[in-house]
């Protein structure tokens, strides 16, 4: 599932029921148990912003059925309890796959309530091939440079030129990586959170994951319900689409989100002149799009980056004003300054972060079979087209890598799970990168899991971005345990989603909301 840099791909965003062996190919061994981790060497390494922030690292099998063999690092950050009671280490994760999990330590533990994050260690890594840890992947830099051919294959020459892209790009990770694209998926993350449990000296671990990570989470808990402490899983992946039909759905969940963003801006018509219709803002919105692909803003922003540009809006309103001004702009006063400036806060991003995206793909690659007939992608995408334009084929070429990838797939994990203590979950019910069915298959399938739900929210990763009544749920389950039980229906307890924004009334840059904040650490794109 995808989640952009700047929000949440994550991604963009993502994804299984009873399975009890690890995912494999067949006839591959199961893991060997793992030696025991060597305990961290804490450095600090803080920051303004966190300024008690620990850095540290720890070795891991590159191939958990052969400890004995490769080792990687990881990268810890952490920040220490502080209290007299210690309820363990919380650690955390921001999704993607392939976000750093470094800075959102420090957030997770500043955003909490003072009393309880300083009864827990809470300790962020980037996983295998991420950022800081090593070796770190990178296939391709500058797969995403501007400008990028126009995602919709209007004719064969735009579809073959696509084409070539994604398959250079799945060439070069297996040309520079293929010791290692074979061990870069969620199960062998799995097993590196639990040598960081006992690096960590944990008898059992707390942990706490966003969007992707939720999947990461609920996938460790199948394997080690014994070792879970406390389970958190914010904007839930459903296990049950990994990860091709998960990409599906999230097309049109963008494209509701996207046409609910068009009505915002239909509705504040004093303040961006676009018209008080929805349908004509969003006729004015591709009108945008064909013009920019004809002749690209700056020589930098054409179609397929006008589409990266907009795509944090269906992770977050808060960037809707600047994304608003932006469009205004352009279609009023003939200005693209505005636009070039809103791609490079918000869609550039991917342009620089080959790292990220190439972990990203190598895990949803890996992670479970794609379609390997380039047919099958079109058909689909062209029926989510018709109804859901706004980026069913800039998603689908972000993920199209997986159809030509050169390692082969695992079988994905079934999370149904019977063992473990109260989980706690929330989603937002129009979330667009893990849509909010997510939610509740997972809550079908944790069987002692409470569902949050944030009625009429639509924004990726909703605790700690200011709904004070989903906090209060967070913060009443890491304090106690305690959970919400409902009567019956889908949610054990539901809260009001946060007003939608207003206009700017300055032009201060989105950097300092905590939503804003929490959704620049969130990982691409699930």
């Known amino acids: 599932m995808r989640k952009r840099a700047a929000v949440l791909c994550g991604a963009a965003v993502v994804l299984a029921g009873?399975?009890?062996?690890?995912?494999?190919?067949?006839?591959?061994?199961?893991?060997?148990?793992?030696?025991?981790?060597?305990?961290?060497?804490?450095?600090?390494?803080?920051?303004?912003?966190?300024?008690?922030?620990?850095?540290?690292?720890?070795?891991?099998?590159?191939?958990?059925?052969?400890?004995?063999?490769?080792?990687i690092t990881l990268a810890l950050s952490r920040v220490p309890h502080t209290a007299e009671r210690y309820q363990g280490p919380l650690v955390v994760n921001p999704g993607g796959p392939g976000g750093s999990g470094l800075t959102l330590a420090g957030f997770v533990a500043a955003a909490l309530p003072k009393r309880v994050a300083a009864q827990y260690d809470v300790i962020g890594f980037d996983p295998r091939g991420v950022g800081a840890s090593e070796p770190a992947l990178d296939c391709a830099p500058g797969h995403f440079g501007p400008v990028r051919p126009d995602p919709v294959p209007t004719s064969p020459e735009v579809e073959r030129a696509n084409?070539?892209?994604?398959?250079?790009?799945?060439?070069?990770?297996?040309?520079?990586?293929?010791?290692?694209?074979?061990?870069?998926?969620?199960?062998?993350?799995?097993?590196?959170?639990?040598?960081?449990?006992?690096?960590?000296g944990a008898e059992k671990l707390n942990y706490f994951g966003y969007s992707y990570g939720t999947y990461l989470g609920a996938v460790y808990a199948k394997r080690f319900p014994e070792r879970v402490r406390r389970l958190v899983l914010d904007s839930v992946v459903d296990p049950t689409r990994v990860w091709y039909d998960a990409n599906l759905d999230q097309d049109h969940a963008f494209d509701d989100r996207h046409r609910a963003f068009m009505a915002w801006v239909a509705e504040h018509d004093p303040a961006y002149g676009l018209g008080t219709d929805p349908e004509k803002v969003e006729a004015a919105w591709y009108a945008?799009?064909?013009?920019?692909?004809?002749?690209?803003?700056?020589?930098?922003?054409?179609?397929?980056?006008?589409?990266?540009?907009?795509?944090?809006?269906?992770?977050?309103?808060?960037?809707?004003?600047?994304?608003?001004?932006?469009?205004?702009?352009?279609?009023?006063?003939?200005?693209?300054?505005?636009?070039?400036?809103?791609?490079?806060?918000?869609?550039?991003?991917?342009?620089?972060?080959?790292?990220?995206?190439s972990v990203y793909t190598a895990v949803q690659c890996r992670d479970a079979a794609w379609p390997r007939d380039w047919r099958q992608w079109r058909k689909d995408t062209w029926e989510v087209y018709a109804r859901a334009p706004f980026m069913a084929w800039n998603n689908a070429w972000y993920n199209a890598p997986c159809a030509f990838w050169p390692a082969g797939s695992l079988r994905p994990e079934r999370v149904r799970n019977d063992g473990l203590p109260p989980v706690?979950?929330?989603?937002?019910?129009?979330?667009?990168?893990?849509?909010?069915?997510?939610?509740?298959?997972?809550?079908?399938?944790?069987?002692?899991?409470?569902?949050?739900?944030?009625?009429?929210?639509?924004?990726?990763?909703?605790?700690?971005?200011?709904n004070a009544c989903l906090d209060r749920h967070l913060t009443a389950y890491l304090t106690d345990g305690t959970v919400p039980r409902g009567s019956g229906g889908e949610a054990d307890a539901v809260c009001a989603a946060l007003p939608d924004p207003e206009p700017l009334t300055s032009k201060a840059a989105p950097t300092t909301a905590r939503g804003s904040t929490l959704h620049g650490l969130l990982g691409f794109r699930s």
């Open 424 to 466: 706690l979950l929330f989603q937002a019910t129009h979330d667009a990168a893990t849509p909010y069915q997510g939610g509740v298959t997972v809550h079908r399938l944790l069987a002692r899991s409470s569902l949050v739900v944030e009625s009429g929210g639509g924004n990726h990763g909703i605790t700690l971005s200011g």
């Open 163 to 200: 084409l070539a892209r994604v398959r250079s790009f799945a060439a070069a990770c297996g040309r520079e990586y293929a010791d290692l694209l074979p061990h870069i998926d969620t199960d062998s993350t799995v097993r590196d959170l639990d040598a960081i449990r006992r690096a960590l």
């Open 288 to 357: 945008m799009r064909a013009a920019l692909r004809k002749d690209p803003a700056g020589g930098r922003v054409g179609a397929a980056e006008l589409e990266d540009t907009y795509l944090p809006g269906g992770y977050y309103n808060g960037y809707w004003p600047y994304l608003a001004e932006a469009f205004s702009a352009y279609v009023n006063q003939r200005d693209a300054e505005p636009l070039i400036e809103a791609y490079e806060n918000f869609g550039a991003s991917d342009a620089a972060a080959g790292n990220g995206y």
């Open 18 to 71: 009873c399975l009890t062996a690890a995912p494999a190919e067949a006839g591959s061994p199961r893991a060997a148990k793992t030696p025991h981790a060597a305990k961290p060497v804490w450095k600090e390494c803080g920051t303004d912003d966190y300024p008690t922030l620990q850095c540290a690292s720890v070795e891991v099998p590159l191939d958990h059925t052969d400890p004995a063999g490769r080792r």
